[in-house]
């Protein structure tokens, strides 16, 4: 809360009678409604910004030198586990990008530890330099059809709701619920009825879009096509343009964002992690790629800033000036949007910034439960005179998947993969300590020639997924990550050629994010010295145990049907 002293301070300086705290000189600034740029110096009390569109003097003076001032970018939707670093590592990793709050719904690690999960990253949000917000859990687990390492109902969110950092209920994913008014689905809804709801609705249209959107569902960020993208906005929904490591859905929907939309379009990542970060950058990537292709320029830097806040509810920020939030990003250029400085809450981001934060003791060190597998737990026997099987079918950028059907041989060792059709082996283990299930199939879009690749993030419950084209090397990369308590590894000849431990919940290191990339960086090159063919092989193995994504997807429990909502008999 702003005392009287400080609010009297922020009326004086903004009046020039009383220095600033800090003063940006000489940069041009971007209205993102008008469009207009104005060079000024911008003046900040605390937090706020108080004066622009005149010279000031303050304690503290950055020079411009005629760079661009923009609002601080806003990242509507994202898991931050999924970036595969701790919120204080993830904080210090993008917050130099421009982005200066972000909107997380800590689903994965709920999903495996629960109101602990959640918890954990209140704490953290609490000690950011970056603005994080949380919206809470709605589906965990996401759908009855998996093993997900815990469950919760409204009773458990509800002890959350009071604390500042919680905007409101996060991504309502199963629809299907909704729609058929399952009584724990309705009692959350009903408890943020007059509160945010995110939405979460993929390929959802007509009279059942409706339907969904009549429980004040406000918006969606699993849009894949402009028709589709559309026709929710035509219906109410703030469309979140999300462009991640997977799902990149970027190029479908920039169409969308023009001078009719921008107020009801925002960007999302859902979700970036440090290896493409470094390569391309977060949503100053998104930005610059949305005007290279012709979108009007103040209308992207309003949809990642103003209209994100608004969505939000976080009226405080988005512009700059006079009483704002004083979140601000500095580029060179308006254009290529390539950060040089970022203040955020009146501070300006140095490495000695990140040093005043106070730690978080991390959780769920002891979250894998699963027991050693043998290469046999991965044969998958025929039914009787049937060689002919469903697969589920991967392509590269999209988190959905398709369905597709392979004639496979048989052997003692039962189904074998097809290599010369891109037909290899998929199991899901569960590893929560429930049941120890096993959920095996085939899947084609790897392009894999020997070799297996296993990952313990696997969305939404987080059970160990694993692909391969051998049972020996599939067993082998499935047990180290045992033995590192999660993470992501690469088997080839039955050893281990690349691997990189997530012990926190399975989902997250303990190491700086640089270590990480470096880490990322040789796993994806032992991927694809397999001959695997997808630009992200980590993520979209984590994504093939999502059943709340179209079409065809693997669970501990079996190969489901998302379209018919039940499993493949």
Known sequence: MTSPATLTRMIMAGQGKAPADLVIRDVNLLDVITGAVTRTDIAIVGDRIVGTHAAYEGGRVIEGGGRFAVPGFIDTHLHIESSLVTPHEFDRCVLPHGVTTAICDPHEIANVLGAEGIGYFLDSAEQTIMDVRVNLSSCVPATPFETAGAALEIEDLEPFRSHPKVIGLAEMMNFPGVLNADPGIIAKLAAFQGGHIDGHAPLLLGQALNGYLAAAIRTDHEATSAAEAREKLAKGMAILI????????????????????????????????????????????????????????????????????????????????????????????????RVSDVVTAGRLVTPELFATRKPVAPVGLASMKAKPVAPEAFITAPKAGQNRVPVIGVRPGLILTFREEASLAATDKGLVPDLAADVIKVAVIERHGKNGNIGRSFVTGFGLKRGAIASSVGHDSHNITVVGTDDADMAAAVNRLIEMGGGFAVAEGGRVTAELA????????????????????????????????????????????????PHLKMTDRGLFDVDKFDFVS
């Open 502 to 549: 997530l012990p926190i919940a399975g989902l997250m290191s303990t190491r700086p994010f640089e270590d990480v990339t470096e880490d990322l960086h040789r796993l994806r090159d032992a991927a694809y010295a397999l001959d695997c063919v997808l630009p992200e092989p980590f993520l979209q193995v984590a994504f093939l145990a999502l059943p709340v994504i």
């Open 242 to 337: 999300r462009e991640g490591s997977v799902s990149k859905d970027l190029k479908a929907l920039a169409e969308i964002l023009d001078e009719n939309t921008s107020s009801f379009v925002a960007l999302c990542t859902d979700d970036r992690n440090p290896l493409d970060i470094a390569e391309e950058g977060h949503l100053d990537s998104s930005i610059r790629r949305l005007i290279a292709m012709g979108r009007p320029l103040h209308h992207v830097y309003r949809a990642a800033s103003h209209s994100a806040a608004r969505i939000f509810g976080l009226t405080d920020r988005g512009l700059l000036a006079p009483g704002w939030r004083a979140d601000i990003a500095l580029v060179d250029s308006l254009e290529d949007c």
